[in-house]
DNA sequence: GTGGGGCTTCCCACTCTGGGAAGGTCAAGT
DNA sequence: ACTTGACCTTCCCAGAGTGGGAAGCCCCAC
């Protein structure tokens, strides 16, 4: 089958399909005499695999190793599950990272009017000087405390480095 | 000051300072005579409003008309408001989306011996087509249950991913 | 043989951030 | 003065992942 019913039956766009052989995803597909690709069964079967792991999250390049593993008559189940693991934990990373800031935005927004006038919570937040935003969000400041003399030691002769 | 105190004081580095300046979102910055661009105290303020703003995952599109807001006196609170409900919405999306991958990874995970043995229902849920896959995992699909056409509709817009 | 739809490659867009090269500038120490 | 090292400038390239679209060839049914 052509590139087309490979996308269509896999859930891949052929845009993509293209895009994976040339990163080297997938080994080059066979070609028609006229340069057309060609794609069988089981090149499918591998497009639904990748598919399907894309919409689990995984990176490209986690699917490369999934993808040699699942080929590997003799892996071992550890390394399949050692990857799945080392994806949810950044799951669950990205999550109380997203999670944290939906807090924070709902309460500030809880006590934004939302009316006419222009104050507002939110736009105070954002303004305050790091330290005291730092603090109410309870995550740690991204400047230290002491970067203001650091430019000063920055300027003498020679920099502790 | 020159942009490597205006970075240090406002967490933002200098290479984003640039190109802050070069999309729109700041006006271009005052040069001294060798061209080095110089920064007030006020300057640094919008950079660390922008930097607190990106911390709660605001988009750089979100983020300019913010502060625009925060520079109008005569803004509306419910504008300011508006935006970041908004991005609330989008957070809590993404939440559920990345909730659900971790879900069923977890769930895969814990039926894999994880040992020197190839057997492995994670690759083997990667390999199935999706609707059995999606019922093996004992959930139709990662997103809402009412929805276990979801893979074939996602083909043409996009997911946020 | 013609038209429409499929295929090819190639470049550009988006998001946001960083790396690094080549070169000019500034301030200090020698 | 001269050197040195930190700092600044611009410009290009990289990533991850996907889509859009142009220019041009191919295939098949009518």
Excluded at 24 to 52: E, K, N, T
Excluded at 84 to 91: I, T
Excluded at 112 to 136: K, Q, S
Excluded at 143 to 160: F, G, I, M, Q, V
Aim: glycine share 4%.
């Amino acid at each position: 089958m052509n590139i087309g019913e490979a996308a269509r039956s896999s859930g891949v766009s052929a845009k993509m399909i293209r895009h994976y052989e040339a990163i080297g995803l997938l080994s080059p597909a066979a070609r028609s005499r006229s340069g057309y690709r060609i794609y069988s069964d089981s090149d499918v079967y591998a497009l639904r695999f990748i598919r399907r792991a894309r919409d689990l999250g995984f990176s490209l390049h986690q699917i490369k190793q999934l993808l040699e593993l699942w080929r590997d008559r003799r892996r071992s189940s550890a390394d399949v599950k050692r990857i799945a693991l080392a994806h949810v934990d950044e799951l669950r990373r990205k999550i109380a990272e997203l999670e944290s800031m939906a807090r924070t935005l709902e309460h500030l927004a809880r006590h934004c009017h939302g009316d006419h006038r222009p104050e507002c919570p939110i736009l105070d937040d954002l303004a305050a000087p790091a330290g005291a935003a730092a603090r109410r969000t309870k995550r740690p400041s991204y400047a230290s405390p002491d970067k203001t003399d650091e430019r000063h030691a920055r300027r003498s002769p020679h920099p502790a480095r």
